[in-house]
T-cell receptor
């Protein structure tokens, strides 16, 4: 079963704007990761945040994690057309940390 | 190889036929995973290999699905007597070890798109 749920399902923004998407999950986690998928094919790992971390940055990406609310957010700043993709959050559980549970994803369209 | 390689890239098969999907993980990666992604949905875990053993095959949907791994390398996912509901992208991934952690990123292949008609 899918643990994570992303919100919104779809997002359309102008190039240069920021894109924010959220992820909620249900059970205790070891870590939470965000992935990007272009054209429905392979996933690319973007960033991992551990359960004892609250915020993490990587280039134009900023991820937050609130374990009390069981939620995370991904912010993409100064978006580019190349950021058009689907973004998924995935959680690794405490007891079976080899297994990722994915949400249904947020489809982001960046208009030039 | 440089990345996780999957074949075939696309497969159209008739309902009731068997299909085999192949995954070549990154060399040296002991952990290998199969996921399934239906159109517009997230990934569903199918099976996890550590070496040639599968300690967790809990995600396989039915006994029509099986997977094996040999030589701590190539893995094959077999679907017998395919049904239309099996239509999906089947993604393989590998990592150095089984634990999903910051030092141990999972690398995904491009997937095999299966269409059952």
């Amino acid at each position: 079963s899918q643990q994570g749920e992303e919100d919104p399902q779809a997002l359309s923004i102008q190039e240069g704007e920021n894109a924010t998407m959220n992820c909620s999950y249900k059970t205790s986690i070891n870590n939470l990761q965000w992935y990007r998928q272009n054209s429905g094919r392979g996933l690319v790992h973007l960033i991992l945040i551990r359960s004892n971390e609250r915020e993490k940055h990587s280039g134009r990406l900023r991820v937050t994690l609130d374990t009390s609310k069981k939620s995370s957010s991904l912010l993409i700043t100064a978006s580019r057309a190349a950021d058009t993709a689907s973004y998924f959050c995935a959680t690794a559980g405490r007891s079976n940390d080899y297994k990722l549970s994915f949400g249904a994803g947020t489809t982001v369209t960046v208009r030039a | 190889g440089a990345g996780v390689s999957q074949s075939p890239s696309n497969k159209v098969t008739e309902k009731g036929k068997d299909v085999e999907l192949r995954c070549d993980p990154i060399s040296g990666h002991t952990a290998l995973y199969w996921y399934r992604q239906r159109l517009g949905q997230g990934l569903e875990f199918l099976i996890y290999f550590q070496g040639n053993s599968a300690p967790d095959k809990s995600g396989l949907p039915s006994d029509r699905f099986s997977a094996e791994r040999t030589g701590e390398s190539v893995s094959t996912l077999t679907i017998q007597r395919t049904q239309q509901e099996d239509s999906a992208v089947y993604l393989c991934a590998s990592s150095l070890a089984g634990r999903v952690e910051g030092w141990n990123t999972i690398y995904f292949g491009e997937g095999s798109w299966l269409t059952v008609v």
